[in-house]
């Protein structure tokens, strides 16, 4: 499908470039902060908001869902909206709207209301983070691109995956929740004053394409049962619960309509597919979506270990992840100045980062009940390392060969895949983890043989041990038979962690050789095109 052509930007620059370039870098920095706060606000804070607004877990659920599947939208909806409005219009409102449904967040804790706020949020933060994306490819020189992406890395990646829960737990534990909601006030503020004294060249709108109603009505339907069933299906044993079932259902039904109304109205819909025609665009959309399953898979994995096994609080859970944001962003900078400076090109990176992946999820699999901070810090360093080689050079090789008519498209499809990557991911894991918790209690119990020796000694040693405390006989005997299951549940609880961090590992080992392949294909049929091309000339002349 084609794209509506481009008109001419519209700005006069009245300051220099350069101060121009980093008032307008500064502030997508802080919008993109903003939706980093509020997109990651409950992962730690889940229990404290459960707590104050009386919520039940599938209650609770839509805080989540609401968020999750207006994000998808607005990524959906903000190639439209931009080729209406300028770009920088659509990120200041976008910005001012999220700060606005953080502020009034932090007053309630009205369930109802927080689920409708969460929704806002979720369309303001796809909304930016494509607007802002688009901008700095559009307004800035092209030469710059490496740094500036790597700079909006550190504020779409590095943040949520890092530097929040860090902020967040310290938040958590020396304030409430509500204080997290509230930070994202002056941040917003601040991104948007930024961006309106920025006098340089902004990029115009496109010539905009009607609304498209219907699709966005089957779009939005796929998006939330998608949502749905990720998000909720672990916790009802998947497909054996009828609402999931019919939920995929829908949404598959949904998604086949909405590619064909698509197709049938021949480019004037909700979606275009033009960046796939860049056979550079396929690949890293491709590589997006298992990238986005191991950035989201392991900041899952990472922080749920540490409080549930580890017994962490929510400040130490996050500072666990905080030094990997400074080997994230070191290796940003590191590849921003090997393909500016250097000329290096983007792919050459890209096998390092993987590597460093595999090698730290591999060694993160060896992690016991024992384990502390410093046990974990190297593997968590190493994976900060190899995210920033990986996201970077993924960003860089999806949009260098857009051009202004596509770029806003490709973004936003290039996000939706790194999301649906991510929810496929913490899905999966949580899934393992359910299953080889029950797994593995049963194979530990069934060598907790009654009447054994060893069974014996243990109840024994640890029935003595709460005597000595001062309970009785009788109940100290009952508290070392319920001491020795939780240590079975604990173990069996450590070894399914154990695995599903293999799992991550695995998944780039499966991965690799079918990326290479799809990008062997890709390159064989653009030789192709590019032959048919050379003989249908040759036939003109």
């Not at 870098?25 to 903003?34: F, P, R, S, V």
């Not at 895949?417 to 999966?428: E, I, K, P």
């Not at 939780?486 to 590992?505: K, L, P, Y």
């Amino acid at each position: 499908m084609t794209a509506a052509p481009t008109t001419a930007p519209a700005a006069t620059p009245v300051r220099d470039g350069a101060a121009a370039e980093i008032l307008v870098a500064a502030g997508i920095l802080l919008a993109t902060l903003t939706e980093a706060v509020a997109g990651t606000v409950l992962s730690l804070g889940r229990g404290d908001v459960m707590g104050d607004t009386h919520a039940t877990p599938d209650q609770f659920a839509w805080l989540d869902i609401g968020y999750t599947t207006l994000k998808l939208i607005g990524f959906m909806a903000a190639p439209w909206l931009t080729a209406r409005i300028p770009p920088r219009g659509v990120v200041v409102v976008s910005t001012l709207v999220m700060g606005m449904a953080c502020g009034i967040a932090a007053l309630t804790d009205r369930l109802d209301l927080l689920v409708a706020l969460r929704a806002i949020q979720g369309f303001a933060g796809g909304i930016l983070l494509v607007g802002g994306q688009a901008i700095l490819f559009l307004a800035c020189p092209r030469s710059r691109q490496p740094v500036l992406q790597a700079l909006f890395a550190m504020g779409a990646v590095v943040a949520p995956a890092t530097i929040a829960p860090a902020f967040q737990g310290w938040l958590l534990d020396s304030q409430s929740w509500n204080w997290i909601f509230f930070s994202v006030v002056p941040l917003a503020l601040a991104a948007a004053g930024l961006l309106l004294i920025a006098d340089g060249p902004m990029p115009a709108a496109t010539a905009p394409r009607p609304f498209d109603g219907i699709g966005f009505a089957l779009i939005t339907v796929t998006f939330f049962c998608v949502t749905c069933v990720l998000s909720q299906g672990s916790r009802w044993d998947w497909f054996e619960e009828p609402r999931i079932l019919w939920l995929a259902v829908t949404g598959a039904a949904a998604l086949l309509v909405f590619l064909a109304q698509q197709a049938s109205i021949k480019g004037r819909g909700l979606l275009d597919v033009s960046p796939f025609a860049s056979d550079a665009f396929s690949f890293a959309f491709i590589v997006s979506f298992v990238a986005g399953a191991a950035l989201f898979g392991s900041a899952f994995l990472i922080p749920s270990f540490a409080l549930s096994v580890l017994a962490f609080t929510p400040t130490e859970a996050g500072l666990l992840l905080l030094p990997s944001g400074a080997f994230f962003i070191g290796s940003l900078l590191m590849v921003a100045f090997l393909i500016q400076v250097r000329r290096v090109p983007p792919f050459a990176t890209m096998p390092f980062g993987i590597l460093a992946i595999m090698a730290a999820m591999w060694m993160l699999s060896g992690s016991t009940a024992e384990s502390g901070a410093g046990d974990m810090m190297a593997t968590i360093l190493l994976r900060g390392l190899g995210l920033g080689l990986l996201f970077l050079s993924i960003t860089l090789i999806a949009f260098g060969t857009l051009d202004r008519r596509n770029l806003a498209a490709g973004i936003g499809l290039f996000n939706i895949g790194r999301q649906l990557g991510g929810l496929m991911g913490v899905a999966a894991l949580q899934t393992l983890i359910d299953h080889h918790v029950a797994a593995n209690a049963a194979v530990l119990g069934a060598h907790v043989t009654a009447g054994g020796p060893m069974l014996i000694e243990r109840l024994t040693t640890t029935a003595a041990a709460l005597t000595a405390k001062g309970l009785e006989e009788e109940a100290a005997s009952r508290a070392a038979t319920s001491l020795l299951g939780r240590s079975v549940t604990g173990q069996s609880t450590v070894i399914a962690f154990d695995t599903a961090f293999n799992a991550v590992a695995l998944l780039f080992v499966i991965a690799a050789p079918v990326m290479i392949g799809i990008k062997i294909c890709l390159s064989r049929r653009r030789m192709a095109h590019a032959a048919r091309y050379r003989r249908a000339g040759s036939e003109a002349r």
